[in-house]
């Protein structure tokens, strides 16, 4: 079946660090790719997405690259802030299934000063 | 600005006392999705309206039921509430393009505690 795989948290960085978030997917077909982020008592925003193989999304400094031949979307910034703190989704979406999003766990991130 | 909006966002009830959460968009999606969503782990859909078709998952207990008056609203009810219940309630909406149903706008979600 379809499912999306994240590395588990948390993950804890000091301000200005070099983030990496590893997603991989398992799907049939051609999905579209999101990262979601979630601030403490807040809903899901969009963060970025890619919706066919080698296209990169980017938003805010994080961008994540669709990468078919090895089924992940990494998700990476290269600075860190204390505003980062958030939970972070990993999700897939097709056709094939109406549409609806597959999530990861989620991976926390905790960015010290 | 577009947006999806729930009300309240923070909800009181008692065990089996029956409850309504709200959700309203002004994105004019056609598609409205609700999500339960315990500590942290990831959303779980408990069903969807497309326009006024409702598609349930599998495995949403009966306790859950959802109306769909006209396109902009679209309720949560949850009958006997136990404390199990208690969750953040999160609403979506997306438009479907041609093949997919692409990208979930969210709102910014119900707390809901049980006593």
């Known amino acids: 079946g379809n499912s999306v795989t994240q590395m588990e948290g948390p993950v804890t960085l000091s301000e200005e660090a070099f983030l990496t978030i590893n997603c991989t997917y398992t799907a049939t077909g051609y999905p579209s790719l999101f990262w979601y982020v979630q601030y403490p008592g807040e809903g899901l925003q969009l963060l970025l997405k890619?919706?066919?193989?080698?296209d990169k999304g980017s938003n805010k400094g994080f961008e994540a690259t669709y990468r078919k031949e090895t089924t992940s979307f990494h998700l990476e910034k290269g600075s860190v802030q204390v505003s980062d703190s958030a939970v972070y989704f990993c999700?897939?979406?097709?056709?094939?299934?109406?549409?609806?999003?597959?999530f990861g766990q989620g991976t926390e991130l905790s960015v010290k000063p | 600005d577009a947006m999806v909006i729930q009300n309240p966002r923070y909800q009181v009830t008692q065990f089996g006392k029956p409850v309504t959460l709200s959700c309203s968009q002004t994105l004019n999606h056609n598609v409205m999705y609700w999500y339960q969503q315990k500590s942290s782990q990831a959303p779980k859909l408990l069903f969807h309206?497309?326009?006024?078709?409702?598609?349930n998952e599998a495995d949403t207990p009966d306790n859950f039921q959802s109306r769909r008056p006209n396109t902009s609203f679209c309720f949560l009810d949850i009958r006997s509430p136990g404390l199990g219940d208690a969750a953040m309630y999160l609403c979506?909406?997306?438009?479907?393009?041609?093949?997919?149903?692409?990208?979930?706008?969210f709102g910014p979600g119900t707390r809901l505690t049980v006593l």
């Open positions: 999700a897939l979406s097709g056709s094939w299934q109406g549409g609806k999003l597959i």
């Open positions: 979506a909406t997306s438009r479907p393009l041609v093949k997919s149903y692409n990208e979930q706008f």
């Open positions: 309206y497309y326009d006024k078709d409702f598609n």
């Open positions: 890619a919706t066919k193989a080698d």
